[in-house]
């Protein structure tokens, strides 16, 4: 007869595998585990959308890192773009623009701020807001880095024919 301890109780153990003790609650029939085969689920995870785009997206932040030729990620690249293109703004505003949650865009800005690419500045027309905008260093970055920013995009997307990039294009906006 073979014991075993488990939390502090005893079990007995028939030959046979079956766990002898007092009670009903203390029957059950102890057999060796059996590895499992895996079951035919319809659901593969190399064809669901999210794992495809994080895979493009991975992909895209590899070629982001080698070629955007300066020291700044792709949300710090986003901020700059888009302060490029709207001049000054409000922090909240900046992050609804360029789809960043506000401890993000926070994040971003202090970091942008620290190397001198960024300045708040009071909001004239409401003296409780802050704006964000770019320095002259913030604009000259980005100003030199925007052809490498086209240049990921075209190497992105470089797989595609013309066609098949504008109907990507277009229907990963209508996902939006």
């Known amino acids: 007869m073979r ?21 009903t609650d203390m029957t059950r029939n102890v057999s060796a585990k059996r590895s499992v085969k895996p079951s035919r689920l319809q659901y593969v995870l190399e064809e669901q959308i999210g794992f495809i785009l994080r ?23 986003a901020a700059l773009a888009k302060l490029t293109e709207t001049g000054p703004c ?6 609804r623009l360029t789809a960043m949650d506000v401890a993000t865009i926070k ?30 260093a913030g604009l000259q ?12 995009t075209r190497e992105t997307l470089a797989p595609l024919d013309a066609k098949e990039r504008e109907t990507l294009v277009a229907l990963l906006s209508r996902l939006r």
């Open 3 to 23: 014991v075993r301890t488990f939390a502090m109780r005893i079990w007995r153990f028939d030959d046979a595998g079956t766990e002898q003790g007092r009670g």
């Open 55 to 77: 895979q493009v997206w991975q992909r895209h932040a590899t070629i982001f890192a080698r070629e955007i030729g300066i020291n700044l990620t792709p949300t710090q690249w």
């Open 90 to 95: 409000s922090q909240n505003q900046l992050g």
């Open 107 to 136: 994040g971003v800005i202090d970091r942008l701020t620290a190397r001198g690419l960024t300045e708040t500045s009071a909001d004239p027309e409401d003296g409780r807001r802050l704006l964000v905008s770019l320095t002259r």
């Open 141 to 152: 970055l980005a100003e030199k880095a925007a052809p490498n920013a086209l240049a990921i």
